[in-house]
């Protein structure tokens, strides 16, 4: 079955600190994959995309992600985290062709500590 | 250029009520898609909609019904409306039909329904 998960519901990390968000994906064939952030009220934002190629790809707001197929993983990561990233992150994977559904991970809710 | 726009931003409607969502996507946008999101369950695809058609349909009751226009434009709407209907529902639109450029999601409509 297809199935996306972010096994980490909560993290907090300190001001400055580095971040790593775990995604992992079962779907067949690869995806592409997606990562979205979400702040309070508001929609989805993306943040990168991976479609082929490099599998360390920069995104928006300093993040950026790494694909590793062997582990099926797409886990978002920065090197120093601002209080204005405190947030929910989604991870996604959607089809390379067909009418196969857009699948997001439940979420991770991600708290800055000053 | 213009987001994702919903209408409304809030609401408020009764149980036994009907309610219609609208969505206009970015301009040159033909792909819409709507999610139900709530913090039991996350977010829950709705429907997938490419010119006028729609693509693919999420698991949920007849009482859940959408269309899409042929500017883009898109609605949906929510017949008998239970408590458990309460939620924040998002549109997203993607340029394409593969959407693997990844969603540009609106704010969304709040509903809370009582």
């Known amino acids: 079955a297809q199935s996306v998960t972010q096994p980490d519901i909560h993290i907090t990390v300190s001001e400055g600190a580095s971040l790593e968000l775990r995604c992992n994906y079962s779907?067949?064939?690869?995806?592409?994959l997606f990562w979205y952030v979400q702040s309070p009220g508001q929609g989805l934002q993306l943040l990168l995309k991976y479609f082929s190629g490099d599998t360390l790809v920069q995104g928006i707001k300093g993040f950026e992600a790494e694909f590793k197929r062997s582990q099926s993983s797409f886990n978002l990561r920065k090197p120093s985290v601002h209080w204005s990233d405190a947030a929910e992150y989604f991870c996604?994977?959607?089809?390379?062709?067909?009418?196969?559904?857009?699948?997001f991970g439940t979420g991770t809710r991600l708290k800055v500590l000053a | 250029k213009a987001g994702v726009t919903q209408t409304p931003r809030y609401l408020i409607k009764t149980r036994g009520q009907q309610v219609t969502l609208s969505c206009s996507p970015i301009s040159g946008h033909r792909s819409v898609s709507w999610y139900q999101q709530t913090p039991g369950q996350g977010l829950q695809f709705l429907f997938e909609?490419?010119?006028?058609?729609?693509?693919n349909k999420g698991n949920f009751p007849g009482r859940f019904s959408g269309r899409q226009f042929s500017n883009s434009r898109s609605e949906m709407n929510v017949s008998t409306l239970e408590l458990g209907d309460s939620a924040l529902y998002l549109c997203a639109s993607s340029l394409n039909a593969d959407r693997n450029y990844g969603y540009t999601f609106g704010s969304g409509t709040r509903l809370t329904v009582v």
């Open positions: 996604a994977v959607g089809p390379r062709s067909g009418t196969y559904k857009y699948i």
């Open positions: 909609y490419f010119s006028e058609t729609q693509r």
């Open positions: 779907y067949g064939a690869t995806p592409y």
